[in-house]
Each structure stands twice: as structure tokens, then as C-alpha cells.
């Protein structure tokens, strides 16, 4: 299976302040089809987890704009440029390239 | 609106079986495939296994193969999940969801004598 590690496990922010998390993944996610099926979600505290960012980079509807998504092969960072309140939570990356589909350990966003 | 809402979690003992069910409304479900997510209490996702539109074709992660098995109603626009020989290691919130955009509120199963 794809091994997905992200890191930091914790981060903690201000409001306003950006952030970056990583997501390294054991095999490259590059699919045949030219694709790399990398997602971010987010699970904000007692709600169901959201998607954030789909194959790398794009941005799923109503999400906002702070967030961006980047990288390849088996490197892959989100970024959040300017922390809002309404972004602490969990946020995971997800892989759908190899099955079977594995997710990353998770990073934990907190207020400092 | 997209809604996924599961049903059927319970405490249930081990070696026992449980049926969990997704009933989705605003969206047309026979459509799409589904999937079944699991979550370990303080713990990161795991994906459970997948079904195809007319429920002909499924996936399952190797750790639960065997063991589960997902199907669906489309006349009822109505997923489940079959759970048989459970684990203690089965104790977890069940999601489905509808291609990691949508999820329901998750439901709890627990494992124990």
C-alpha cells in the first residue's frame, strides 16, 4: 500500500499568519493517465472531514482561495496563506492513483 | 442538496455482524459510484472499498476483504454496508461518501464483549 507521511503532525498558528503542510507519499502518485490523484480534506472539530483540493492543485468549489495546493510525483504541499479561525482543525491528504486508496496520518491546525 | 445519511451503528461483539445503510437524497445515485470510509477513534482515515453504479463491480482494502461487503438499492438510492466477523479492531465512525466531496455524518460501531 502507499504509504502517505505528513508533516508537521501539530501545527499551530495565529490568525493571519500562513502555513504550509507536507505530504510525502513511498511511490510516485503520477498516474498513467497523466493525473496525479492527490486530495486534501479537512476535518473541522466534531464535523465530517471536506474535500479541500483535488489532483494536486485545484481547488474544489467554495472553497476559499487562501488555499492552494502544489507539488509532484511524491512531494506534495497545501498552504494556507492566512490562517482564519474557521480553518482549525485536521487536514489529511488522500491518495487515489494506487489502490487500494490510503490517506495520511494527518495534520492537526491549532491557534497558538 | 447533496445528503448522506448513514444508520445502523450499534455495539455489537465480536465475531458478530452488523448492516450499515447510506440513504442519499439530491443527487442522482444511481450515477456515481460510492464509497465506505472508516475512522478509528483518534486516528486518521481508512478507506473501506467502493462500488460501481449498478453495484456489479466492488474494491476493498485487503485489511477487511472478505469480511464486508458493500452493495447497494438504487430503486431506494440506498447504499450498505455488510459488516460479518467483526473485530475489535473494527471499532470506528463509518462514513459514506460520494467522491470525497460529499459525506454523511458518519455513524459509530463498537466491538466488545
Known amino acids: 500500500d502507499v504509504v502517505l507521511t505528513q508533516t508537521p503532525p501539530t501545527l499551530s498558528a495565529t490568525i493571519g499568519q500562513s502555513v504550509s503542510i507536507s505530504c510525502r507519499s513511498s511511490?510516485?502518485?503520477?498516474?498513467?493517465?497523466?493525473?496525479?490523484?492527490l486530495n486534501w480534506l479537512l476535518q473541522r472539530p466534531g464535523q465530517s472531514p471536506q474535500l479541500l483540493i483535488y489532483?494536486?492543485?485545484n481547488l474544489e468549489s467554495g472553497v476559499p482561495n487562501r488555499f492552494s495546493g502544489s507539488g509532484s510525483e511524491t512531494d506534495f504541499t497545501l498552504k494556507i496563506s492566512g490562517v482564519e479561525a474557521e480553518d482549525l482543525g485536521v487536514y489529511y491528504c488522500m491518495q487515489a492513483t494506487h489502490a487500494p486508496l490510503t490517506f495520511g496520518g494527518g495534520t492537526k491546525l491549532e491557534l497558538k | 442538496e447533496v445528503q448522506l445519511v448513514e444508520s445502523g451503528g450499534s455495539l455489537v461483539q465480536p465475531g458478530g455482524s452488523l448492516k450499515l445503510s447510506c440513504v442519499a437524497s439530491g443527487f442522482t445515485f444511481s450515477n456515481y459510484w460510492m464509497d465506505w470510509v472508516r475512522q478509528t477513534p483518534g486516528k486518521s482515515l481508512e478507506w473501506i472499498g467502493e462500488?460501481?453504479?449498478?453495484?456489479?463491480?466492488?474494491n476493498y482494502a485487503p485489511s477487511i476483504k472478505d469480511r464486508f461487503t458493500i452493495s447497494r438499492d438504487n430503486a431506494k438510492s440506498t447504499l450498505y454496508l455488510q459488516m460479518s466477523n467483526v473485530k475489535s479492531d473494527d471499532t470506528a465512525i463509518y462514513y459514506c461518501t460520494l467522491g470525497y466531496n460529499y459525506w454523511g455524518q458518519g455513524v459509530m460501531v463498537t466491538v466488545s464483549s
Open positions: 511511490q510516485s502518485l503520477l498516474d498513467s493517465d497523466g493525473d496525479t490523484y
Open positions: 462500488i460501481n453504479t449498478d453495484g456489479s463491480k466492488t
Open positions: 489532483s494536486v492543485s
